[in-house]
């Protein structure tokens, strides 16, 4: 049973230590999905097959080298906030929320997976943001915010992408 003064303590950045347990927590679940979109997207650049290969093989790196720097910002924030990012495969294939693409060689189905797999990544962007702003921990907000409106923006360039006339 915590006492008064462990409710209210505080860590060297002046967060509440346990809600930055929490924050942390939800960063590590993050961090686990961030994985799997990684290796999604390292699946699909290295299957692609079709007229559009030259074009997308490009844009599926481009995706898979920001998730990379992503998965590292994620892990040193959850060291800031004291934390300890997880990093077995075992640990991230237990928090996954995202669906595994196999075998994707497809433009169409290539694209459709980013697309949901960013959509729920934005959820639990969103959930963390909403418990970081709580206790105004910028940190954490500022780079939910900025994962929040770059994912957006690639969101919207994949649906227009999906929605070209052939």
């Known amino acids: 049973m915590r006492t008064k003064k462990q409710e209210n303590a505080t860590n060297v950045l002046g967060l509440p230590v346990k809600e930055s347990e929490v924050i942390a927590a939800e960063l590590n679940i993050l961090l686990s999905n961030f994985q799997v979109y990684y290796q999604n997207l390292r699946g699909i650049h290295w299957n692609i097959r079709g007229k559009r290969f030259f074009d997308l093989h490009v844009k599926f790196e481009e995706l898979y080298n920001d998730a990379q720097l992503k998965i590292d910002m994620i892990a040193e924030r959850v060291l800031t906030l004291g ?8 640990d991230y294939i237990a ?72």
Not at 83 to 90: A, I, Q, S, V
Not at 141 to 162: L, P, R, V
């Open 83 to 90: 934390g300890t990012p997880l990093h077995t495969l075992e």
């Open 95 to 166: 928090n996954n929320r995202l669906e595994v693409g196999k075998n994707i060689s497809k433009d169409t189905e290539a694209v459709q997976l980013i697309m949901t797999s960013i959509a729920d990544l934005l959820k639990i962007e969103r959930i963390i943001l909403d418990e970081s702003d709580k206790i105004s921990d910028e940190g954490t907000n500022s780079m939910m915010s900025d994962f929040i409106k770059e994912q957006e923006k690639t969101m919207w360039m994949m649906k227009a992408w999906s929605e070209e006339e052939i």
